[in-house]
């Protein structure tokens, strides 16, 4: 991420993509916070302050790590991984055999180049 990036912006950024990792609209999410679907647009546009009650209940709710979701230090790379970990970890097995035979194959191509 930037380091021009304020810490507000990158929790907002985060937790919007937290959200649409986890496969959920801003209205269903402000259902379960028991606030009104705005809320949570403030709060991913980083233009409403998120208390820590309500950072502990959007962790659970997209199971997503505290510290990623508030870490402004986490590389950029690093963020990648996570996101892909958690929708490798949401695959069936067999996609999981066939996409692990497509990186054994990136792998093998970036070694010949």
């Not at 709710?61 to 402004?72: F, G, R, T």
Request: no cysteine; glycine share 4%; proline share 2%.
């Amino acid at each position: 991420m930037s380091e021009n990036k304020s810490i507000k912006e990158i929790i907002a950024s985060r937790l919007k993509i937290a959200r649409e990792m986890a496969g959920l609209s801003q209205n269903q999410v402000a259902k379960m916070l028991g606030l009104k679907r705005p809320a949570i647009s403030e709060i991913e546009a980083g233009r409403r302050k998120v208390s820590a009650d309500e950072i502990a209940q959007l962790a659970e709710i997209y199971d997503a790590d505290i510290s990623w979701l508030l870490n402004k230090k986490t590389e950029e790379v690093q963020d990648r991984i996570e996101l892909a970990a958690r929708e490798f970890n949401k695959l069936r097995p067999e996609d999981v055999d066939r996409l692990l035979t497509v990186l054994s194959a990136l792998r093998g191509k970036e070694g010949a180049d």
